[in-house]
């Protein structure tokens, strides 16, 4: 499957951007789908994560303390795309975003996933 991940931009702090996660070559549906973000100079950390669709329990997300509250993931599978809402922005929310896809059920680690996106770019400006 192939990521491509978009809709990063530059916001003040308390502001909300949308990213997106589309997927290619296979239905996103059946994968597990995670948004993790780098910020300059650290590595790269764990954000949010969406269940695949044929899973016991599909609608299961979890997220990082850090967004918990004030980040939303969720799927459509007739866009073939995978969502982020961040709202409430703070400048510690400025990294570049990643998504990132496996089979089976979602991992909170970067070496549980094997299809990774270019990454897009989040600045919150205080």
């Known amino acids: 499957v192939q990521l491509q991940a978009y809709g990063g931009g530059l916001v003040q702090a308390g502001g909300f951007l949308r990213l997106s996660c589309a997927a290619s070559g296979r239905p996103i549906s059946s994968v597990a789908v995670a948004w993790f973000r780098q910020a300059p100079g650290k590595g790269r950390e764990f954000v949010s994560a969406i269940n695949w669709s044929g899973s016991w329990n599909p609608r299961s997300t979890s997220y990082s303390d850090s967004v918990k509250g004030r980040f939303t993931i969720s799927r459509d599978n007739a866009k073939n795309t995978v969502y982020l809402q961040m709202d409430s922005l703070k400048p510690e929310d400025t990294a570049i975003y990643y998504c990132?896809?496996?089979?089976?059920?979602?991992?909170?680690?970067?070496?549980?996933?094997?299809?990774w996106g270019q990454g897009t770019e989040v600045t919150v400006s205080s």
């Open positions: 990132a896809a496996d089979r089976g059920s979602p991992g909170l680690h970067i070496y549980d996933y094997t299809y």
